[in-house]
Nanobody, 122 residues
């Protein structure tokens, strides 16, 4: 079975930074299309952005571009979301999800992690 696991969340002050990691077993995550999502308390899940298997990056959340960065390490079979200048409104559970079938997140993502909590507060 494919298992996707996010890590790196925690409590950070406004203006601080966090790097989230996404790793998978029995799946070539380093070569997959990966989407990052978040869900704030009491709100619907939203897409943060997508990193295509061909290297393209797309941000869906207003204000994310310039603060958030996608990257991957194929040797470690991992992908990362670097978040800088965090704001209280960034507080949410962050998820990664992947597909090996398409180069575009819009076609659906097959494998989801259980999420990691990010809390931005003084």
């Amino acid at each position: 079975q494919v298992q996707v696991v996010e890590s790196g969340g925690g409590l950070v002050q406004p203006g601080g930074s966090l790097t989230l990691s996404c790793e998978a077993s029995r799946f070539p995550l380093g070569y997959a299309t990966v989407g990052w999502f978040r869900q704030a308390p009491g709100k619907a899940r939203e897409e943060v952005g997508c990193m295509s298997s061909n290297g393209g990056h797309t941000f869906s959340v207003d204000g994310a571009k310039g603060r958030f960065t996608f990257s991957r390490d194929r040797a470690k079979n991992a992908v990362y979301l670097q978040m800088n200048n965090l704001k209280p409104e960034d507080t949410a559970v962050y998820f990664c999800a992947a597909t090996g079938s398409y180069e575009d997140c819009s076609y659906g993502l097959d494998h989801w992690g259980k999420g990691t909590q990010v809390t931005v507060s003084s």
